[in-house]
């Protein structure tokens, strides 16, 4: 890239689509995914995300006929993989909003090349975590007693003092509001994608989609505001998601749960594990689907830097675990902590620590950020690692309790097993359907962001200097 | 309205009539009339038919989703007079799943019984019931019972059903053939203490010029009784008592697990260790013992050693007490006997330290005639085993305890009669052909003698051979006719556990199936066939027999006065018991040396071999009870392992030996080989090595099937006894491995303020010793309000022997389902009351303690807040309540439950929720049975709280303190449990919450549990 051989570099540092690109070719690059037969690689990753999912229906179908007893849990281990998949997938699902919203209020432009499937993946992965919640319930066609709606049933209703109650709310209010967040941005692009149709039924459906999108000044200010509102909206949930998630240890009276940095350090780790999912994905997407002129290195190195400083504070939340422990004076506390890292878990723990802390110290050169094999290697990595913290912290607390005779080692049967298999499906399969009907880069977006040309090829600024 | 209108329609309008202003309000011009005066021509109006449409629609849709099980309910046509539903009957009765013998109170419900309880009037067991009293509901339920009478072919093991007529006519015909020839009949049988039933068994045999019943117990205290005859000159079981004893020292004895009367000795043991008192004493007890059993968990001081040496240490310390120091007369007989028993030399032979010898020695003579010395291994059947009762008898003489301490003369027990050396001896004869007919009952030689096939062997030679056992077991292959007994809740009868002290035997439920009363069976074949069998065929019945016998033979003796015997029959009935024999004071007997010289040279033995010794099992026995599942889930008290027996060893041995637990060994006695797994058992002796009898059954049905291995094959068999202790025997590593399915996950409480304790000396100088540190905790919220009752309990962790009564009469009171070996393998046991059991100090002589767990209903609990449904809440009488109906199964509140005292529904436990048809009959109706998904706990028996308060409200009483009990408490022989209001000050509850040795575990959480433990004190 041409300016970065000159100050520019330090003058604009922000990562930008190459300079080429003009706006038709934006609007074909981005619309030919929608309009081709999709090839071979589509058709092989999808296969692949549905024999994952239906690992993952034969699993549900097997736990809903006989009933938990088919996990590896016991009475006093009640929680392991379900929840631990719950609050990877939210955690996975937190990258999206932080970019589309806090990125935005922000105006780091950059988000624009990758946040239309950020946002999508926010989506899929918190539906896909809602799922346990309803999977991991003794009896779960009854888990809609958990919202508080008006029933015949006397005056029972829900309690509001339980954590796993305000997780309801929290992410049910969390995928609305991501849902709409993402359906607005969604609106220029998909009548975009109406125009451009050949066929009636595509007319139809885009069209109904984009809400009669014009395109003109005042559909134009309608959405700037109200893109503007839902990114205000949405920027507190980002931090306030995880911390409820985080509240249903926090609020317990487990040591190694009952511990009040957990809000902080949950949401670190959920912008942690979702940036990386992001990356994994985008490393995986931009070279499947040609887009490698949107998002280049320059976004993935940035999106680096993001996770190797939130490693870090996760990496800091885990030290300053053990300082409390050892300083709060209480041996079931101290008991815990010394267990998760020397016990019968102290496996899991260091895989956590080295997948999180450790590996992510690359990142702190150049070379290694903009390294595509060794950036997606280390995006796997953590993407394990953030899986095994929260199953660290789950698993390796309750399993020694306060009274040791109800200690107790959780191993996972084929069917945990199969159902985190099937999350894999259920989210793969979601987001490749994704690449194929929706724009997977923010066109309307981008376009603003594409440097004006002069004849000299000097540029001059964006549109938007100029709007 | 008033203003005149501008515009109007009609006349009456303008003129604002009132009709007018009605018909403006109203929203149409013709209302919807009402059903009542609907028209004739129009029988449903518009929306009345819409309505009924939607309602249709859904009521179909619904009708549609709900499973509709067809339901038949039969009321009675005529209800007996006795029955009202919901209420339960209580009938006194006797227990009878091991000879002890203990008084019951059934509950019956719509004429089944459901439950037993100990009856608290009986002077034996005192309202104790020991856990195989609990679940003998199981065994009357037991789906594997034969429906009826069966004629086998030998060696097929299958039978067909036959009419009981047929039965009785073949029989009648054979009994005249043998009574014409030479009439040798035997009659198997296990104890029985029931006065009538040995009367018709012996009026039975005697029919016969050979007749004889030959008593025998698999688990046999023989050795006791002959001993006793060669001290005393009297074979008789004494009665030991416990309740008086200051000082305990046993031999290898478990006479608060399974020996005799545990019920009755652990109520006796307790009451000696409650510290109730003003005056601060307790009991001290040393146990000497080669395996741990519950019995040496609960001793202030416990010895291990090798299998064998307990009759070593015994004599040291009698050559201590009598030679050294002199205590006590001594002849030449005990001289040369204990002459090579010296301490210093026991102790170099068998690792035990010289002063410990001493220092018991001298303990025992500072409480003389307040001391007992018990030995009693069960079929010890070797001459060092005899010797140790003999020193046992000696040590007792001496200190002057026989008599007032160990009663040989004024209430003696029946509750074991048998011996192997007349089963062994009935097996000779059986050999030599001898034996005309045999009949079996509540005995499985087939089984206990499998070793060898020496009763099969023997079978073959008896031409006619009928089993009264209400199953088709191992035995069952090798007799002509099984003709089954009734279970004990279904028949008449009575017991005489100590001489004098009569119980009666109530049916409460007419036979569940087409069986007859094993006494019946030979009152009818005595009438059918042409021997006379005396008073037995006088009668029409058992029942009448019974009540003959009691008429002539038992009321005569009571002294009661009453005006006629249906008056006194009636009451015996009403009570249950009645005593006759109101002198319970021994008197001691002259001590007759001359046993000793009957023994072969004593010999110390040095060897370094690996010595093994069979022991009973606290829920399985004599192997009777190996198709009852609560039993076979019953964690053993000492290792807590359920649904298998192992062979345990010394934890240094096991390292010496790289043997890892569950690792598979041979076991070679020399005579019998055998593969069974390992269980490191801390307080093993390094050259011990144990394993439970009662396992290994081939056919005692479904459940317990293939359960272990059968250890009795390892017992050393000779022509006249059976040796349990002292086997030498060669291990091997197999190199495969099993799993044993463990309830407890850690053994130690890693330095836990979870139980507290404190030595006697401590406590006698600061009755809060151990349990000094108190947490004073601030909250910034009120306090729950209970402004009626508040319930408690409190357990006494000094009384509480581990015996685990309690989790099994929980199991049914609560229709707790058991779940099996894999899913306890998975820690997913159900018990709503478990006992802890953790070790301390030394893993090759640790100190033990038990610890009752149940929910603490806290009064803060953790697991109400988390609950998101709240399926569980907190009543206004401090109960923590479940909801079951509510409950969605997050599981939180389990996660958060800092005592882990709650249990789910992992999958769905048929046995409880969709029991084998009958066991269904056993379920609580008061108790709901809980699906899959849904999480359960200790309610504090919620249904006997509602079901005494309701009794209190119908006499306009208050509850007074005590009457009521869960279901925990009533059991436990101990009275380690009190439950009982808190808001009472006068309630023993509310006294032992301010108990200084009480206090709440895990206090410091603030969950401010209701449960309050005392302290344990070690009287070291």
Redesign the interface.
Known sequence: MKHNTNAAEYLEPEPHPADSLTYDQVTRDVCAPLERVPGRGWWMAFSGALGLLTIGLISIYKLVT????VW????????AYDITNFVFWIGIGHAGTLISAILFLFRQKWRTAINRSAEAMTIFAVMTAGLFPLL?????W??F??FPYPNTRGS????F?????WD?FAVSTYFTISAVFWYIGLIPDIATVRDRARNKIRRVIYGALSMGWTGSMRNWMHYEMVYLILAGLSTPLVLSVHSIVSF?FA????PGWHTTIFPPYFVAGAIFSGFAMVMTLLIIVRKVVHLEEYITVRHLENMCKIIMATGLMVGYAYASEFFIAWYSGS??EQ?TFVNRAFGPYAWAYWTMVSCNVFIPQVFWFKKMRTNLTIMFIISIFVNIGMWFERFVIIVTS?H??????????FTPTIWDIGLLIGSFGIFFTLFLLFTRVLPMIAMAEIKSILPFKRKGGVEYGTHEDVV | MSTKLTYWKTLEQKDRTEEAIAAENREFFVLPKENDEADQSQPVERRDFLKLLGMGAAMTAIAACARRPVEKIIPYLNKPEEITFGVPNWYASTCNECPAACGTLVKTREGRPIKMEGNPNHPVSKGGLCARGQASMVNLYDPDRLRGPVTMKRKAGAGESIEWGAVDSIIGTALDQISDGRGNVRVLMSTTTSPATKAAVQQFASAFRGGEVVWFDPISYENVIAAQELSYGTAVLPRYRFNKADYILSFGSDFLGTQISPVEFTKGFAAKRALDGKKPSMSRFTAIESVPSTTGDNADRRIPVKPGDELAVAAAIAHTLIIQQGHGAADAAVRSFLSSYDAKTVAASTGVDAKVIATVASELWANRGRGIVIGGQAAPGNTQALALELVVNLLNSALGNDGAMIDGTARPSNQALGSYAAALNLITEMMNGSVDLLLIRGVNPAYVFAANDLFAKASAKVPLIISFNDRLDETSEFVDYVCPDHHALESWGDAEPQRGVFSIQQPTISPLFNTRAFQESLLMWAQKSKCSAGALETYNNWYDFLRGYWQKTIYPTTGVNAPSFNAFWDSVLRDGVIVANHNDNGSSRSFRSSGFSTLPAASLNNSTDMYLTLYTPMGLYDGRHANNAWLQELPDPVTKITWDNYVSIAPATAKTLGLNKGDIIKVDTGSTQLEAPIHILPGMHPQGLAIAVGYGRTKSGKVGNGVGVNAFALAAINAKAANWTGIATKIQKTGSNMMLACT?????????P?VKEATFEEFAKNPHAGNEEHHHLITMWDKHKYPGHKWGMAINLNTCTGCSACVIACQAENNIPTVGKD?VA????MHWM?I???YKGDEANPEVVN?P?LCQHCDNA?CE??????ATAHSDEGLNQQIYN???????C???C???A???????YDSAANPEAPLHLMLNPEVTVRT????EKCTFCVQRIEEKKSWAKDRGIALPDGELKTACQQSCPADAIVFGDANNPDSKLAKLMKNPRGYNL?AE?N?APAVTYLTKIRNV
């Open positions: 006989t009933g938990i007893g590896g849990l016991n009475n006093t281990i009640g929680w991991h319930t003794g009896r779960p009854l888990a007693w958990l029972l209703w829900v309690n003092r339980s954590p796993l109650l309801v249903d609020v317990s009276v487990i041996p079931y008991f309750l020694r309790g306060f009274l040791p005779s109800e200690w107790s080692y | 407890q996950g850690h053994q130690t409480m890693e330095g836990r979870i899913q998975r820690d997913r046991v478990r802890d059991r953790y610890q767990m953790p807040t988390v609950c998101p449904v709240i509510r409950c969605v199964g997050t599981r939180y389990a996660n958060n800092p005592y882990k709650r249990k789910f529904n992992f999958l769905t899959r998904g849904v999480m895990l959480l969950t």
